[in-house]
T-cell receptor, first 115, second 113 residues
Framework: NAGVMQNPRHLVRRRGQEARLRCSPMKGHSHVYWYRQLPEEGLKFMVYLQKENIIDESGMPKERFSAEFPKEGPSILRIQQVVRGDSAAYFC?????????????FGPGTRLTVL | AQSVAQPEDQVNVAEGNPLTVKCTYSVSGNPYLFWYVQYPNRGLQFLLKYITGDNLVKGSYGFEAEFNKSQTSFHLKKPSALVSDSALYFCAVREEGNNRLAFGKGNQVVVIP
């Protein structure tokens, strides 16, 4: 049973370009979460999605960042006009339900470097 | 707002000795507590969680954690550390009513052969 898949694993962008990060949840999971890990820091919550719905985006920056989880296909985290401060590791997690006892399982992450 | 504190940046322990990684939390209402481990350039691996019930929770790879409500703590323990346990350990908490995890900054564990 495959775990959470993320691609690409490494992404290099120049300032002003767009970054698109993809996440495929574990089989049978319909809840997806995105977190960002800055150097020397813990993970910070960004957004929580179910299929075709954004449930909680309280951690998303107000500008340039967006996320979606379409009916078919992976969840996408999109960063427009990237800046150096966007350089970080972006982790996706999935869970089977949104219940309080549910465990979030994490993917290997995408490491974004902005030149 | 929910938050987690992991007071020590790095924990050094000799192989075979007991390992403890400390975590305290702050939430409104009932806490749901988690420990994850991260190896270099890898994602987070789930170790164990406390939801309710017995205060001592057993998890993967011989790890366990003790929930202490009065001290708002959830320390991770292993009776006998292995060199392969050297990694970054994260404590996380989730408040009842929302789905987002709040993570501590992490503890680097170094097990010395």
């Amino acid at each position: 049973n495959a775990g959470v898949m993320q691609n690409p694993r490494h992404l290099v962008r120049r300032r002003g370009q767009e970054a698109r990060l993809r996440c495929s949840p574990m089989k049978g999971h319909s809840h997806v979460y995105w977190y960002r890990q800055l150097p020397e820091e813990g993970l910070k919550f960004m957004v929580y999605l179910q299929k075709e719905n954004i449930i909680d985006e309280s951690g998303m920056p107000k500008e340039r960042f967006s996320a979606e989880f379409p009916k078919e296909g992976p969840s996408i985290l999109r960063i427009q006009q990237v800046v150096r401060g966007d350089s970080a590791a972006y982790f996706c997690a999935s869970s089977a339900t949104g219940g309080r006892t549910d465990t979030q399982y994490f993917g290997p992450g995408t490491r974004l470097t902005v030149l | 707002a929910q938050s987690v504190a992991q007071p020590e940046d790095q924990v050094n322990v000799a192989e075979g000795n007991p390992l403890t990684v400390k975590c305290t939390y702050s939430v409104s209402g009932n806490p749901y507590l988690f420990w994850y481990v991260q190896y270099p350039n890898r994602g987070l691996q789930f170790l164990l969680k406390y939801i309710t019930g017995d205060n001592l929770v057993k998890g993967s790879y011989g790890f366990e954690a003790e929930f202490n409500k009065s001290q708002t703590s959830f320390h991770l323990k292993k009776p006998s550390a292995l060199v392969s346990d050297s990694a970054l350990y994260f404590c996380a908490v989730r408040e009842e009513g929302n789905n987002r995890l709040a993570f501590g900054k992490g503890n680097q564990v170094v097990v010395i052969p």
